[in-house]
């Protein structure tokens, strides 16, 4: 039936299935470097345990790499971020999978328990902080700007720390558009037939969940009633205005996404980039409808680069880091104590789009009662 | 093809070698492996998760799998996949038969070469490619006067589908049309048939097989498509796959993973259905190649 010759291929080929399995979950977690010099980094919880900055960054520099994921690196600036962060400490990032999701970094954490390739540090939505805290994933770590840190942006131990954040925005190519919309109730008129977008759908993508949430507010909502952003966005189908097309760069600079409601820091940081290519990209923070949210950073429990992990975090809340996203015109959650401290760029600052009044936030319980309702209510509100 | 009757039925002759049987199984032992590796653990995982809901078991996710915006997303997938199927498949199979029969061997070998590569064009470069032509500010759409938001419908995204159905029907229809002999034809004709007897008593009946086999390839095509239609038209035409990706990635559900799960489990019925009704009509449609 087979000849020797099949016989024996066969039998590599079984082994070697048997031993890609295998190789498939590698689990060499690095014990070494755990306890080196008498310091644990993998439970540290302030740079102070290390026994200085200094201590902490030479343990970085030992373990010699950091692995990020989900970081765009035309998000928030982090592109330049993380350039920095090398150039300043030698330290190599390797940043895997940029476009990820938040879900698919908690699904990394999970998966990869253990693993040298687990990520070592994760910028999460804010419900994704709280549920992983709550799942015990990160470890619990207090930069050294952690008390100028206001409180509601931060969980009290560290185990999570709002970063950056932003407005939802309205972004509008004014050289094809008469008058760029101001409010969500301008969004309405006639004028904007087919032209609304926005980046991406709303159960799946932070910013155009943001957009409904603002949406609400601004048509008699709350942050305990979003029903009245799905019933916007659904007249906003039913009058022709609704443009389904994701935006991206692409889709505005070919003109298909003329009006684009997104985070401010997104919006605002596609005008340079558009402005050389000749388009003319206005973004206005809608005036009938503020919502503004924050990111968070958490620190993978088992991070297989646990000083590493430590030294990115007190990076990105130095005054360096954080003028880092505002350059990115994110707002950096440090903003306001940079500004009374004076050490906040004034450039950069002066670049963000302009919002009157001081932000305020959904609670938890808040924010998950809207989604489950967006969950239920917004294919049916927004198809045909 | 399937070739029944009773003078090649493995291993019922007396002239098998003996234990042949086990040697076999032994033979086919590495695929098996690798099936159990790639296939089965992902399914059981699948049927796992769908049926646990907090940690216990449940029916929970698959019943509101099929409730409400999921069920609309489920019978959205299969309308579409069905009208891209369908016309895919009468489209293709005239494409096909026009360049079969055609003198012209370039034309044939361009068509071919064509179809080959369009047949694998999909994901976010497609939807693009569309919506530069045809969306709201698309280069053509201005010149054909087409008002805002027409791509952006459920049959815009059925003409984008066909876009990569009907060149793979070309590819999977080819073969089977090179295989009608000229001398049917002519035998049909001696003999006083019309050519649309030719069609109904002898082509048609050769050709079904493929059509079929083409019919539930552009059906699965179009029932797991994602990427093209989530950049082009969002959750405007509810689709099973992108409510799929809505609850197990994205920044905004947290703990809707299981009804994914749910939800891929429906489609691979779905799927099953269909090949159960595919399979009994290719056996009997295949009886007149015999």
């Given amino acids: 039936m087979f000849t020797p010759r099949a016989r024996a291929a066969g039998i590599v080929a079984a082994l070697t299935v048997v031993t890609a399995a295998c ?41 010699g790499a950091l692995h990020v994921i989900a970081l765009p690196p035309d998000w928030a600036n982090y592109g330049e971020i993380i350039e920095k ?60 700007t952690f008390d100028k840190i206001p409180e509601g942006q931060k969980e009290p131990t560290g185990l999570w720390v709002n970063d950056y954040g932003g407005y939802v925005s309205i972004g509008c190519d004014a050289k094809k558009i008469k008058t760029c919309p101001a409010s969500f109730a301008d969004l309405l008129k006639p004028e904007y037939k087919g032209q609304v977008a926005m980046n991406g759908n709303p159960t799946e993508s932070g910013s155009a969940f943001a957009g409904v949430y603002a949406a609400a507010i601004a048509s008699g909502g709350s942050f305990d009633d979003i029903q009245p952003g799905i019933d916007f ?10 443009n389904p097309v994701e935006t991206t760069p692409a889709t505005i600079e070919n003109g298909e996404t003329k009006i684009s409601i997104d985070w401010d820091y997104n919006n605002a940081a596609y ?103 967006l969950a239920a209510g917004w294919d049916t509100a927004i198809s045909g | 093809m399937s070739r029944s009757g009773t003078e090649a039925r493995p291993g019922s002759g007396t002239e098998a070698r003996p234990g042949s049987g086990s040697r076999g199984w032994l033979g086919a032992l590495p695929l098996l492996a690798f099936f159990a590796l790639v296939f089965g ?124 159905s009907v060149p793979l029907m070309v590819l999977a229809m080819a073969p089977a049309l090179d295989g009608l002999r000229p001398q049917w034809r002519e035998a049909a004709a001696n003999s006083g048939a019309t050519t649309w007897h030719y069609w109904r008593f002898v082509a048609l009946p050769v050709l079904a097989p493929a059509m079929l086999g083409g019919v539930v390839l552009l059906f699965g095509g179009a029932f797991s498509a994602y990427a093209t239609a989530n950049a082009m038209v969002g959750t405007v035409v509810p689709l099973v796959t992108l409510k799929i990706a809505s609850a197990l990635t994205g920044d905004v559900l947290i703990g809707y993973e ?28 295949s009886r007149w190649l015999h």
């Fill in chain 1, 23 to 63: 190789g498939a979950a590698p689990s060499t977690q690095q014990t070494t470097q755990a306890s080196q010099g008498g310091v644990n980094a993998a439970t540290a919880t302030s740079a102070a345990d290390f026994g200085g900055l200094d201590k902490l960054v030479e343990a970085a520099k030992k373990e």
């Fill in chain 1, 85 to 144: 962060f090398q150039t300043k400490y030698g330290i190599k990032i390797e940043s895997e999978t940029p476009d990820a999701a938040s879900a698919d970094e908690i699904n990394a954490v999970k998966t990869r328990k253990g693993q040298d390739r687990a990520p070592d540090v994760l910028d999460l939505g804010q419900s994704f902080a709280i549920s992983g805290a709550a799942e015990g994933l990160f470890a619990p770590y207090k930069v050294q």
């Fill in chain 1, 233 to 242: 966005f659904k007249k906003l189908k039913e009058a022709g205005n609704y």
């Fill in chain 1, 271 to 373: 005008a340079p980039q558009l402005t050389a290519k000749g388009i003319d990209w206005k973004v206005n923070v809608p005036s009938d409808g503020k919502y503004f949210q924050m990111y968070a950073q958490a620190i993978n429990k088992d991070a297989p680069h646990p000083a590493a992990a430590r030294l990115w975090q007190e990076y990105l809340y130095s005054d360096e880091g954080q003028n880092l996203y505002l350059k990115g015109f994110a707002r950096p959650v440090l903003l306001p104590a940079m500004t009374a401290a004076g050490t906040v760029d004034q450039a950069l600052a002066a670049n963000l789009p302009a919002v009157d009044g001081e932000p305020a936030f959904p609670t938890t319980a808040q924010v998950d009662a809207a989604k489950a309702k």
């Fill in chain 2, 41 to 164: 653990v992902p399914a059981i995982v699948l049927v796992a998760g769908a049926f646990t809901a907090q940690g216990r078991p449940s029916l929970a996710n698959l019943s509101q799998s099929l409730q409400g915006g999921y069920l609309t997303a489920m019978l959205g997938s299969v309308r579409l996949s069905a009208v891209v199927a369908l016309l895919g498949a009468v489209l293709g199979t005239f494409l096909a038969h026009a360049i079969v029969t055609s003198r012209g061997t370039m034309l044939r070998e361009a068509v071919l070469t064509a179809s080959g590569v369009l047949a694998n064009f999909g994901g976010v470069p497609l939807a693009f490619f569309w919506i530069a032509t045809l969306g709201n500010s698309g280069v053509v759409s201005g010149l054909i006067g087409l008002p805002s938001g027409s791509l952006y419908t459920f049959w815009g995204l059925v003409v984008v589908y066909l876009y990569f």
């Fill in chain 2, 258 to 285: 299981n009804i994914a799960l749910a939800l891929s489990l429906d489609m691979v019925v779905v799927a099953g259905l269909v090949m159960a009704i595919y399979l009994p009509l290719q056996r009997r449609t």
